[in-house]
């Protein structure tokens, strides 16, 4: 009898004990991560959008946080993709915009923040935008891919393995070409032509837009794309299914893990270039086909929202929404966003732009949605996507491993409102550095003329002889250069920089 009572003891305590690590699990929030592509800062309704609405995006805001001073660490894509992952600066790997043959920049065997949330216990995705390579060389994209979002922590990824406006223009799920019919095996090659899709320059009476000279490779659905390909013809996205493919997979996902903590990272390809709205939103807006897939991005949000509702989700998901670089009207297709912009400012009141040092390249929208935790407001916190790393590890009790986030730095107070200290010094990379101290913004000299490639996209990278010393509490769209009258400001910024370049 003795034995018996100890042995239902025991039983009573282990079914106690699971229990209540079961409880303790579904009590760590799910993680969604909202990456879209080119989204100026002033390109949501809340921020002041003017021809297009984005009802989903603001009702994230409304009943969320909203940031007026969040920062994506580049300008560009790749090397933005690449911090968010790594928590290290991206600079440091030599990480730049990607060919969409080009290897897997981030080591595998350095710990991920996919990788990191695994080990605290959760389900990892990606879906959509990649572009931080695959592979190991010359990709043989007729079969599994060796090296991709699975080595880097993710359980489930379905991709565009680079840009739309790249080949190969297919999806891969788990690293294998979706749709692929062996007996057509696609062939890539940037630089070299090889036959197959009719190429942009010798068939521009194929287009449904024009391009300039680095997009007239391959002719996919009309558009002509960087980079020759041959062959996967069943295989073929359409674009103006895009994002209702995406958000599929998304909310596929989500219903999936709904019974376990999840981390989603969501990276649309819109509003990149080619933008090419599906009918559902052509004419949305009032500023030709950038403005609709602004609308039609918003509606993936809120496919997103009402998904985490349906699963009685959404109180205890941590949503954070947000760009990897800023606004670009001009990237290469003719679709008419300069002319159409009207009064919008893609931007806000800040200079620059993608590819530019100055505000607007790196000031991104940014929204934190947790009703459980997160009140409703705004916060002019100073802050970076490389900190998202240690921040996360913070909220989900998980070490991060030695070597793993060097540049990454805790502030998940500020993320969740709680506090409104950010950074100090917070770092710009575009084809040049920026540093943020509080009010001030220090752009390094650099030499260069502008590159012909980024001079043709009407932006102003930030190329000056002399230092820059803006202001940006008198002077936001960075116009009066103050250096002269600070010379201890600009000494000590100039001091800070070169330590976190060294």
């Known amino acids: 009898m003795v034995f018996k009572s100890i042995y239902k003891q025991i039983i009573l305590t282990l079914f106690l004990v699971v229990n209540s690590l079961v409880f303790a699990q579904q009590q760590k929030p799910n993680i969604v991560v909202i990456y879209v592509d080119d989204l100026g800062y002033g390109d949501i309704g809340v921020n002041g959008a003017v021809g297009v609405k984005t009802p989903h995006v603001d009702a994230l805001a409304k009943n969320g946080l909203n940031f007026t001073d969040a920062h994506s660490s580049s300008a560009t894509c790749t090397p933005s993709r690449y911090s968010l992952l790594t928590g290290s600066y991206a600079f440091r790997n030599n990480a730049a915009i ?27 995705g990606v879906v959509g935008k990649w572009h ?150 052509v004419e949305s807006s009032t500023m030709g086909p950038r403005g609709d897939v602004i609308a039609q991005m918003d509606w993936c949000v809120g496919q997103i929202t009402e998904q985490l509702k349906t699963a009685n989700l959404l109180e205890n998901t941590l949503i954070i929404f947000t760009s990897d670089n800023g606004p670009i009207l001009d990237d290469g297709y003719l679709d008419y966003a300069r002319e159409l912009v009207g009064e919008h400012q893609p931007g806000g009141e800040f200079r620059g732009a993608k590819y530019s040092v100055y505000e607007a390249g790196t000031r991104m929208p940014t929204i934190v949605h947790w009703p459980n935790e997160v009140k409703p407001g705004t916060s002019d ?24 986030a060097p540049d990454s730095e805790n502030y998940l107070e500020a993320w969740l409102g709680k506090s409104e200290k950010g950074r100090e010094f917070l770092l710009e990379e575009a084809y040049t550095f920026g540093l943020r101290m509080g009010k001030w913004k220090y752009i390094k000299p650099k030499e260069a003329e502008v590159p012909r490639w980024i001079a043709q996209k009407f932006v102003d990278p930030g190329f000056r002889e002399e230092v820059q010393l803006f202001n940006l509490d008198e002077d936001p769209s960075e116009t009066n250069n103050v250096y002269k009258a600070f010379p201890k400001i600009v000494k000590q910024m100039e001091k800070q920089l070169e330590k976190i370049l060294k």
Not at 102 to 124: C, R, S, V, W
Not at 261 to 270: A, E, K, T
Request: glycine share 10%.
């Open 132 to 281: 931080l390579g695959l592979g190991r060389g010359k990709i043989d994209w007729n079969k599994k891919v060796p090296l991709g979002p699975e080595e880097l922590g993710f359980d489930y990824s379905f991709l565009i393995p680079a840009t739309g406006d790249r080949v190969p223009c297919v999806f891969l799920e788990n690293q294998e070409v979706v749709g692929l019919n062996p007996e057509d095996p696609i062939s890539v090659s940037y630089g070299t032509r090889i036959d197959g899709y009719p190429w942009g320059f010798q068939h521009p009476e194929l287009l449904k837009m024009h391009t300039d000279p680095y997009h007239q490779g391959a002719i996919i659905n009309g558009i002509s794309r960087i980079g020759y390909m041959k062959g996967g013809e069943d295989a073929l996205w359409v674009d103006e299914e895009i994002p209702f493919v995406l958000s599929n997979k998304a909310t596929d996902f989500i219903q999936e893990n709904e019974d376990h903590p999840f981390f989603l990272y969501f990276s649309l390809h819109d509003i990149h270039q080619p933008r090419v709205a599906n009918i559902k939103f």
């Open 381 to 404: 916190a100073l802050l970076s996507q490389v900190d998202l790393y240690r921040s996360l590890a913070k909220l989900v009790n998980q070490k991060v491993e030695k070597g793993a």
């Open 98 to 124: 990607l060919e969409g043959d080009a290897p897997l920049i981030i080591d595998p065997n350095k710990e991920t923040l996919p990788g990191m949330l695994q080990k605290a216990g959760y389900k990892t």
